[in-house]
């Protein structure tokens, strides 16, 4: 019994031993995962960033003729391998060249709508590996349409674009339309009024050029399917930059649905463009709510060349901006600045076209803070600050004296009147009828967009128009003014000459110089 005993403490002893020898080399395995673990995360937070470029040289739209090879320089740095992602069909790549950093495209051998099998235009997208496996991607557009415009010699505040599935070039050395020349270190879309309304943008600093690709936009049917495309509408502006990072000058583009020169209603006092300068059409009277948005345009505080983005909905139900995006489609919203905090100068005014400069009473609510400056806008010449295209102008400070509301509409149902958002003007002289709409205006004490005139404190108007002029009187400058009655049809209002404060954000209609 005394020896099973012992065999038995023996054995316990031995097990005691496997125990504590165990739970010693489960501590230092533990300790060891530890150490591993740390020097891990003190490795993972020490390393550098990775860098690399992977970039088309050219992403604006590549033009080509039937079956011809294209040859497209990119830019890569620090990318080991490169596949295709995506290209439209019936183009081929031909070869990747990563010696010369070069890829190779065949456009189609022919092309017919109805051949599903080949596309007339798309994007050709690249994806490249990193040394340390990370997936980044360029695009360039291909297309068989082979249009490009070219607009460096008409050199302008504003761009009317008209055409779609085209590549434009602007100069963007000029300030205005003068012959003062600026050398921006860089340029890029600041922002856009839809996502990738604007594409495939480019700056040549040598030439002073940028280029930039439009689309177009499909119309849809009730059941989705495409029946047609168009000119997509919107608004974009593109800022360029110095040395240090600051705009020192920025150009509107304007797409829009026609031709505004062949649209043009002659007056007795001048050829008036057709619709509101930022808008895609003249909805002339039409109580389409598609309509009537598309007709509003843009806004502009007097004096300045910088348009400011509409509301979010034809009838201001929410009184909100309309988004806006930079050149990443990232959202962006419009900053309302102090006059007073050193934002009301011309050359923080130039330096932020994103900025609203509220006006104040120590300045008579201008969004110039020092002293008015009359000669920012003129009616006698255009001048630099002229938001409107080439070969057009602001109207002079009396030139809507020549007109008054329809008197038709004026007696015909308020109810119907009040649907189209606006109200024609008519010629005295001639009967010519241009349809102004009644957008309203960006408040001068705090940038809100409004289109109802509450001046009798009960009964607001549904909608008013402020169009801005060239003209000035004293500290406040000169406007177009009307708004509807919705009780009595006699007290209608309509006045070619109001005065109003500087720093309100109003409407334009251009007028041919």
């Not at 099973?4 to 165990?22: C, E, P, R």
């Not at 050219?58 to 990119?74: K, L, R, Y």
């Not at 509409?409 to 009040?418: H, K, N, T």
């Not at 549904?462 to 004293?474: F, N, V």
Request: charged share 20%; net charge negative.
């Amino acid at each position: 019994m005394s020896q099973v005993f012992g065999i038995f403490a023996d054995n316990l002893q031995t097990n005691k031993d496997k125990i504590l020898y165990m739970k010693r080399f489960l501590t230092s395995i533990f300790s060891v995962m530890m150490v591993v673990t740390s020097c891990v995360a003190v490795l993972s937070s020490c390393k550098t960033e990775e860098k690399y470029d992977f970039l088309f040289e050219m992403p604006g739209q590549i033009t080509a003729s039937f079956g011809t090879e294209i040859v497209i320089p990119f830019k890569a740095e620090n990318i080991t391998s490169i596949s295709v992602a995506a290209q439209p069909k019936g183009w081929t790549v031909v070869d990747v060249d990563m010696l010369n950093w070069t890829i190779t495209v065949k456009s189609p051998t022919a092309y017919t709508a109805d051949d599903s099998s080949v596309e007339e235009n798309g994007t050709l997208r690249l994806m490249g590996y990193t040394a340390i496996g990370t997936k980044v991607y360029t695009s360039s557009y291909l297309s068989l349409l082979n249009k490009q415009v070219d607009l460096t010699d008409k050199y302008s505040n504003c761009y009317p674009l008209t055409e779609m599935d085209t590549r434009y070039t602007i100069d963007v050395t000029h300030i205005g339309e003068s012959q003062t020349r600026i050398n921006p270190d860089s340029v890029k879309l600041l922002w856009q009024s839809a996502k990738s309304l604007v594409q495939y943008s480019s700056y040549e600093k040598s030439t002073g050029e940028f280029t930039f690709f439009v689309g177009h936009e499909d119309i849809l049917d009730d059941e989705k399917e495409v029946v047609d495309t168009r000119m997509p509408g919107g608004n974009a502006v593109v800022a360029a930059y110095g040395n240090g990072g600051k705009i020192i000058w920025s150009w509107h583009l304007w797409l829009t649905g026609s031709d505004i020169e062949s649209s043009a209603i002659t007056t007795s006092v001048g050829d008036f463009m057709d619709r509101n300068l930022g808008a895609y059409l003249n909805s002339n009277g039409s109580t389409d709510a598609e309509s009537i948005y598309g007709s509003y345009g843009l806004y502009y505080q007097w004096g300045r060349k910088d348009p400011m983005i509409y509301s979010m909905d034809y009838n201001f139900s929410n009184n909100e901006d309309a988004y806006v995006y930079n050149h990443l489609d990232n959202f962006l919203r419009w900053r309302y600045d102090d006059v007073e905090d050193g934002a009301g100068t011309m050359e923080y005014a130039v330096a932020n076209p994103m900025s609203f400069v509220l006006g104040s009473k120590s300045n008579d609510y201008d969004w110039i803070y020092s002293s008015h400056d009359n000669s920012l806008w003129s009616s006698e010449q255009k001048g630099v600050n002229d938001p409107c295209p080439r070969g057009w102008r602001l109207p002079a400070g009396d030139l809507f004296t020549a007109f008054d509301i329809d008197e038709l509409e004026d007696l015909a149902s308020l109810s119907e009147v009040q649907m189209m958002y606006g109200w024609h003007l008519v010629d005295r002289a001639t009967g010519a009828k241009i349809f102004m709409p009644g957008a309203g205006r960006r408040s001068f004490e705090n940038g809100v967009l409004t289109n109802i005139n509450n001046y009798d404190g009960y009964n607001p108007m549904p909608w008013i128009g402020y169009y801005w002029t060239a003209g000035i009187d004293g500290s406040k400058a000169t406007s177009m003014f009307f708004d509807l009655n919705t009780t009595r049809a006699v007290n209608n209002r309509y006045e070619p000459q109001k005065q109003m404060y500087r720093a309100n954000a109003m409407q334009v209609r251009c007028v041919r110089e």
